[in-house]
């Protein structure tokens, strides 16, 4: 007898173990889907992990029901991956099964009502809704619940259900529904009786008396010749006909319509329009060349090689070259960005060279998108693929290349739900079940990356020259005390030199980018008279004013609720805004500057799917002169016409208490500043703080990334944190903060005696609740050796288990995060 080890879709703390019927030895394999009945009646789509012939002591195995694939859906090497992702990141191979597969390859089951015939066709002893759902059951003899709630027009059905099952006029059955259906189109094709030029000639003639078949002709013989596909509904899009028209001339044997399968993930063509051709023909400078050789040299000794490169050094182009490298060897190459917003720019310059071999994955696509591209890199179909964090859960063939863009960004850590995976450290693992190459790159590394490739793990390589020859920015510091704060045309988060250097930008037919990291109109509103704040119900936050919807937003739980007309604590009507967002911004830059067109980028203004790629290309094209945004505008875009960019409050961003903050402050304020003055003439960065004299400052000044690194190194060594430790964060979570509060003073003195001084904690975070669960945080810092760390994790598991074993917090959730960020 065979067994089979299968990863459940479920936070299973072990994988379970399954019969292998006879009939299907020899079909299955490692990475293909089986469905399996878990629980009572429920039935899942697993995937197969192992098979072998050990039966497990501890319970008896039911058998799988039936094989879902014929080929395995992921490769071998992904499930080690999946197996190591569960270990180090302390989740379960479940939670990183169903963050990896799109949604429509996780099947669940779906309830069937099966009509029941030994019931009869009476139905007089039911209720009016029991006898539609049973009469519509006698007709088409079962029923899903999604039905059953259209007959009778409303959502809860479940006690209705139950009503019928118990009469016995139905069963209820559990199948597995296959969500993915591949995309059909009619696909018009010319007729075989047409296919010689003389013939073709003589059915011109034939339809020149009919102009629309005429035109729709016309129409078809351009597109095959510039799409080589042609669909019918491009075809009557371009001839501006109906489908008559095309069936018409299907009639008459001209044309020949078929039905057939296409992708919904269209190829992406080479010779875009528009396209700079300084990307199609470029040469390396000398600094370039010089770095892509030493690239090589290290690619031989280290798999992970540091790109330390200034903004605008032309980073880009030396990962342009490496793929290529990899691509002439016949591998696959992966580029990874923080944001979806970057893969907008960077494919148009990638497609020109890589054109149908190029893919995109990132959250934006829908399911059935996703599936399919999937299946393109599992075959080798796609041999560049460019996405966001979770691209790197996608099962590559043969992958020879990681290239992981602007590394220090902390998107690139995964944070609700599990798996809480940091892109980068998972990528150098999976690289590594390839033999393939990891090259990251940024202008200012984290501090861990540079401290391990100045520690000789990493390859280090540096460009420290613009391309071009084009100085770096030049930075001006804006004291924001001097600024007077009564009543002002201008509103006062403008200062009198920033509105100044706007105008003059505009004047000279420049670009300007202001940022603000806060989204909204005002972060809270405040009540004059009392001092009153609006705060979520669900979450212990303020709310921001959202005017485009005249609401009050939580930007943690989602929530919104109706602006008040009045206090409710004093009853007055003096409420006032406090501070100020980007959409806030927006409005008021329109009225200072009303001959300016000015746009917004921010998690409110690109929730489409193709917003990120409209706004990006309007910016580019000039037709936008000011651009307002969050950290979407800091990451590694490349704008030709920027000259000025405006940072305005930088205290902000240096209060927030975080032993990163200085880190994050650096490197935002160096990335935003890097937008400025890439092309033409040199650029000028205007910082508004009112601590002037704060140190980090001073080596954004400076552009002074070693003298930063060699400060903050100082100060992590004193207090031992990254890169001298590492950290993993325990959340405590609970609906009474006096069961939170407990549950996580427990754990802290369980496992003081093990990590004595290195144990912060618990203590309330900066939110201490959300989504109405109360939450605590124990910081555990661990020495960076690998067999204590997973000792360490192993004990920490085991007083986690404990703490819930016990019948007064059962209900209570413990989350670990692995290098949490």
């Known amino acids: 007898m065979k067994y089979a080890d299968v990863i459940l879709p479920l936070a299973l703390p072990r994988n379970y173990t399954y019969s292998i019927p006879g009939e299907m030895e020899n079909m299955i394999a490692p990475g293909c889907r089986v469905a399996v009945q878990f629980g009572k009646n429920k039935k899942y789509a697993a995937v197969v992990k192992s098979i072998h012939e050990n039966a497990p002591a501890s319970y008896k195995t039911k058998p799988l029901l039936y094989l879902l694939d014929k080929e395995p859906i992921v490769h071998p090497k992904q499930l080690i991956f999946w197996e190591w992702i569960a270990d180090y990141y302390m989740c379960t191979e479940g939670d990183v099964m169903h963050a990896a597969l799109p949604a429509h390859l996780k099947l669940t089951s779906e309830t069937l009502l099966i009509y029941n015939p030994e019931y009869g066709d009476d139905f007089s002893a039911l209720n009016e809704e029991e006898y539609l759902v049973a009469e519509a059951l006698h007709i088409r003899k079962e029923l899903s619940i999604d039905e059953v709630q259209q007959i009778i027009d409303r959502i809860r059905i479940y006690s209705l259900v139950k009503q019928l099952l118990d009469k016995k006029v139905c069963y209820a059955y559990e199948d597995l529904k296959e969500a993915y259906r591949p995309k059909k189109e009619n696909i018009i094709t010319l007729h075989p009786r047409c296919e010689d030029e003389a013939t073709l000639a003589s059915v011109f003639e034939e339809v020149k008396h009919a102009p629309k078949q005429l035109e729709a002709l016309l129409a078809f013989i351009h597109l095959k010749r510039t799409e080589g596909i042609v669909m019918q509904t491009a075809l009557q899009k371009k001839a501006g006909v109906s489908a008559g028209v095309v069936k018409a001339l299907a009639d008459r044997s001209i044309l020949v319509i078929q039905k057939q399968i296409v992708d919904r993930v269209p190829s992406l063509k080479n010779g875009n329009a528009g396209m700079n051709e300084s990307y199609k023909t470029f040469k390396f400078s000398e600094e370039q060349q010089k770095a892509a050789d030493q690239i090589h040299a290290l690619f031989k000794?280290?798999?992970?090689?540091?790109?330390?490169?200034?903004?605008?050094?032309?980073?880009?182009?030396?990962?342009?070259?490496?793929?290529?490298?990899?691509?002439?060897?016949?591998?696959?190459?992966?580029?990874?960005l923080p944001e979806i917003a970057l893969t907008a720019q960077i494919i148009r310059r990638l497609q020109e060279y890589f054109g149908d071999q190029i893919g995109i994955y990132h959250s934006r696509f829908n399911n059935n998108e996703r599936v399919e591209i999937w299946n393109k890199v599992k075959s080798g179909e796609y041999k560049v693929v460019l996405g966001a964090r979770s691209a790197l859960l996608l099962p590559f063939k043969n992958l020879g290349l990681i290239i992981l863009d602007e590394e220090h960004d902390a998107s690139y850590k995964q944070q609700d739900p599990a798996p809480r995976y940091h892109a980068r450290d998972a990528a150098i693992y999976y690289a590594q079940l390839f033999g393939a190459n990891v090259l990251l790159g940024s202008a200012t590394p984290s501090l861990e990356s540079y401290y391990n490739a100045k520690a000789g793990k990493y390859g280090l390589v540096q460009l420290s020259e613009r391309f071009g020859g084009m100085e770096m920015p030049e930075i001006e510091i804006v004291n924001m005390k001097s600024v007077p704060h009564r009543k002002q045309p201008a509103p006062s988060y403008l200062s009198p030199p920033l509105r100044e250097s706007i105008q003059r930008s505009l004047d000279a037919g420049r670009q300007t980018i202001l940022f603000q990291n806060r989204r909204g109109y005002a972060p809270m509103i405040v009540c004059a008279v009392c001092g009153w704040i609006p705060h979520c119900k669900n979450c212990d936050v303020s709310l921001t004013y959202h005017k485009y919807h005249h609401k009050l937003h939580c930007h943690y739980c989602g929530q919104q609720y109706s602006v008040p007309a009045e206090c409710p604590a004093c009853g007055s009507n003096q409420l006032i805004n406090r501070s100020f967002g980007t959409e806030r911004i927006?409005?008021?830059?329109?009225?200072?500057?009303?001959?300016?067109?000015?746009?917004?980028?921010?998690?409110?203004?690109?929730?489409?799917?193709?917003?990120?790629?409209?706004?990006?290309?309007?910016?580019?094209?000039?037709?936008?002169?000011?651009?307002?945004g969050t950290q979407m505008v800091v990451k590694g875009l490349d704008f030709d016409h920027v000259k000025l960019v405006g940072i305005l409050s930088a205290d902000t961003l240096l209060s927030y208490p975080d032993f990163r903050v200085h880190e994050r402050a650096y490197q935002l304020m160096e990335q935003v500043s890097g937008r400025a003055g890439r092309r033409d003439e040199r650029g000028v960065v205007m910082i508004q703080a009112v601590n002037v004299n704060h140190p980090v400052l001073n080596y954004v000044i400076q552009h002074d990334y070693t003298g930063f690194y060699a400060a903050e190194l100082a100060e992590r060594e004193r207090f031992f944190y990254p890169p001298y430790s590492r950290l993993i964060k325990l959340i405590i979570k609970h609906r009474k903060i006096e069961i939170a509060t407990q549950a996580a003073k427990l754990l802290g003195n369980e496992l003081r005696p093990v990590f004595g001084d290195t144990i912060l904690g618990p203590s309330v975070p900066p939110v201490g609740r959300v989504r109405n669960y109360y939450l605590m945080d124990i910081l555990v810092k661990i020495p960076r050796n690998h067999r204590k760390l997973n000792n360490f994790k192993k004990i920490i598991r085991d007083k986690i288990n404990l703490i819930l074993s016990r019948s007064d917090f059962r209900s209570v959730v413990i989350i670990p995060d692995v290098d949490c960020v």
């Open 301 to 336: 000794e280290k798999q992970t090689v540091l790109l330390h490169g200034v903004t605008s050094s032309g980073k880009t182009l030396l990962y342009i070259k490496l793929i290529e490298e990899h691509l002439s060897q016949g591998k696959q190459s992966l580029y990874l």
């Open 586 to 628: 927006e409005d008021d830059l329109t009225t200072l500057f009303p001959k300016a067109r000015v746009a917004r980028m921010d998690l409110d203004s690109v929730r489409n799917k193709d917003a990120h790629y409209k706004l990006i290309r309007l910016f580019e094209e000039k037709r936008i002169d000011i651009l307002v």
